[in-house]
């Protein structure tokens, strides 16, 4: 028996879930998946608390660690978020399966021998297309001397008026 809804014919067993019939309203074209079809319908949201709550606490995760992110151009954060947010279609597979990102680079103070040094940090992020998890990589050095030095001059303080004055100074 065919039942008319909106202007529609439907099946009754299609019915038989809900009163709202499931109709596909859209149909996209993924261009990162060679030939994939997404069909969009009309479901209602039947995620449980426990879902959300762990959606929620993903996406805190996700943005923490692009707050800090330094290191990470705008096509890699959204490299990232993607992967993050389900995503699991690799946009390079000529690269292999497992995509590494470089998050940030930090100067840091660490222990080495019961003495406080100065370290260079740097964050990655490794996605694995293939089983869909990902790992946050810390690579840690010891700073040389000549290192610090530069690096000092690099993060010289200056006031606000040397800086202006510094500026009307430099030929434009």
């Known amino acids: ?20 019939p499931l109709t596909p309203s859209t149909v996209h074209r993924l261009p990162t998946c060679s ?18 709550a762990r ?25 990232v978020i993607a992967f993050m947010t389900g995503n699991k279609c690799n946009p390079r597979p000529e690269l292999g399966h497992i995509i590494t990102m470089k998050l940030s680079e930090t100067i840091e103070d660490g222990l080495a021998d019961n003495q406080i040094c100065k370290m260079k940090v740097e964050t990655f992020f490794q996605m694995d297309y293939q089983s869909g998890e990902w790992k946050r990589l810390r690579k840690c050095r010891l700073l040389q001397p000549h290192e ?7 993060y010289m303080y200056i006031s606000n ?6 500026a009307q100074q430099q030929p434009t």
Do not use: W
């Open 1 to 20: 028996m065919d039942v008319r809804l909106d202007g529609i014919r439907r099946s009754k067993s299609l019915l038989r879930g809900s009163d709202v």
């Open 35 to 52: 030939g994939a079809v997404v069909v969009a319908t009309h479901v209602r949201e039947q995620r449980t608390p426990v879902q959300r």
């Open 55 to 79: 959606e929620a606490a993903i996406m805190n995760q996700c943005n923490e660690m692009l707050r800090n992110a330094n290191s990470l151009d705008q096509n890699g954060r959204q490299l």
């Open 148 to 154: 610090l030095e530069n690096n000092s001059e690099q």
């Open 161 to 166: 008026e040397d800086y202006h004055n510094q």
